[in-house]
């Protein structure tokens, strides 16, 4: 059965911390997302990745690092923590045709 | 500039009522249209994948269509349940992009009341 599945579900970080968010899929899908989700707004891409090794700026990189050391897991790394950051994170994966698209449950940040 | 625009916002109907969701997209050239629902706090589910010029797609209650010289789209809600409440979202993906870029509408806010 495809699945991508996130960990943590939710954490609460501090201002200046290091948080690790991690998505492993299950889906041999080459293309890997992370997203944020803020209240109102639509899901906005940070990072994305279509191989393993490789990781390419989104739209709202600033403040965030990604990781894709395998074809089945990409992080996403905020190395300084900051308020603004809190919020809902989604990891999705998608094949190369665009036939599928999978997404996680999301992580729920907190930056207190 | 938003290239995924949904409307209305926020509906609210009875247990039993029909409705109807908009999406109207700007994204250009156009893939696949895939429309989600989002129960709240949960991740995004598929509910239907429109591709060709003027598809229509049906999943049990659910069923859309997709106008795409007009670059439009509806989802229809028959006999809606409790359990509908959610938000729905649709994504278009962007076949000009090496990458199948994923662009996103804000979502309609679906509630269902007895």
């Known amino acids: 059965e495809a699945a991508v599945t996130q960990s943590p579900r939710s954490k609460v970080a501090v201002t200046g911390g290091k948080v690790t968010l991690s998505c492993h899929q299950t889906n041999n899908h080459d293309y890997m997302y992370w997203y944020r989700q803020d209240t109102g707004h639509g899901l906005r891409l940070i990072h994305y990745s279509y191989v393993a090794d490789s990781t390419e700026k989104g739209d709202i990189p600033d403040g965030y690092k990604a990781s894709r050391p395998s074809q089945e897991n990409f992080s996403l790394i905020l190395e300084l923590a900051s308020l603004s950051q809190t919020a809902v994170y989604f990891c999705?994966?998608?094949?190369?045709?665009?036939?599928?698209?999978?997404f996680g449950k999301g992580t729920r940040l907190t930056v207190v | 500039k938003t290239q995924v625009e949904q409307s209305p916002q926020s509906l609210v109907v009875r247990q039993g009522e029909n409705c109807v969701l908009q999406c109207n997209y700007s994204v250009t050239p156009d893939n696949h249209l895939r429309w989600f629902k989002q129960d709240t706090g949960k991740g995004l589910v598929s509910l239907t994948v429109?591709?060709?010029?003027?598809d229509k797609t049906s999943n049990g209650r659910y069923s859309a269509t997709l106008d795409k010289d007009a670059k439009h789209s509806t989802l229809h809600i028959t006999a809606t349940l409790l359990d509908d409440t959610a938000t729905y979202i649709c994504v278009v993906v962007d076949r000009g992009s090496a990458l199948g870029r994923l662009h996103f509408g804000a979502g309609t806010q679906l509630i269902v009341i007895p």
């Open positions: 429109l591709v060709h010029e003027n």
């Open positions: 999705a994966s998608k094949d190369s045709a665009n036939t599928e698209v999978f």
